[in-house]
């Protein structure tokens, strides 16, 4: 079997799994039916759950170079069954996002081969999923970089502002992209 082609880990049993495409101008996710069987540069293998997307296998220039796994509950368990299955490739093990006060946060375990973790991101969305927020974190969960995300009444960005891990403001970016 190709490793493109392994199955999902058993925790994120799937029901389905269809290659996928985004629209870049409204940001759905949309089945591909006339793939032959084979990853394209620029689609995505997904497996889904009633529905709902659990995993995605992302291939770029002709090579796997992710899979992410999507509302886990036992990260450590996913990452051991990533490492043994997809040894070289980039895994993101993405927790069931958590329900606060104004919104949801959601952690993400980041390793670039085997079980070890390089990075963790923290993201907090608003109540109606827009993205206000990553953390950036080493493998022992130091803050290394936070970003804010600022809207407009319209929903769309502002600024993006980064800090450093002591709190410094270290850039802003304006939503046209300009610095």
């Excluded at 952690?107 to 390089?118: C, M, R, W, Y």
């Excluded at 923290?122 to 493998?139: C, M, N, P």
Aim: with cysteine; proline share 1%; aromatic share 8%.
């Amino acid at each position: 079997m190709s490793a493109l082609l392994l199955p999902i880990c058993d925790e994120l049993s799937a029901d389905r799994v269809a290659y996928m495409d985004v629209d870049i101008a409204t940001g759905d996710w949309y089945d591909v039916a006339d793939v032959d069987n084979k990853m394209k540069t620029g689609l995505v293998r997904a497996a889904f759950r009633n529905d709902v997307m659990v995993q995605k296998v992302i291939v770029r220039g002709g090579t796997l170079e992710t899979v992410q796994y999507l509302d886990v509950s036992d990260a450590y368990s996913i990452l051991r069954w990533h490492a043994e299955n997809y040894p070289s490739v980039r895994g993101e093990i993405w927790m069931i996002a958590e329900s606060g006060e104004d919104g949801f946060a959601r952690k993400g375990l980041i390793a670039s081969a085997g079980e070890s973790v390089d990075l963790i991101i923290v993201e907090r969305t608003d109540r109606d999923g827009d993205l206000i927020s990553e953390e950036v974190r080493s493998e022992t969960e130091e803050l290394i970089e936070r970003i804010e995300y600022r809207y407009n009444s319209d929903k769309e960005i502002i600024d993006t502002r980064t800090y450093d891990r002591c709190g410094v403001l270290v850039g802003i970016e304006l939503g046209d992209g300009t610095c």
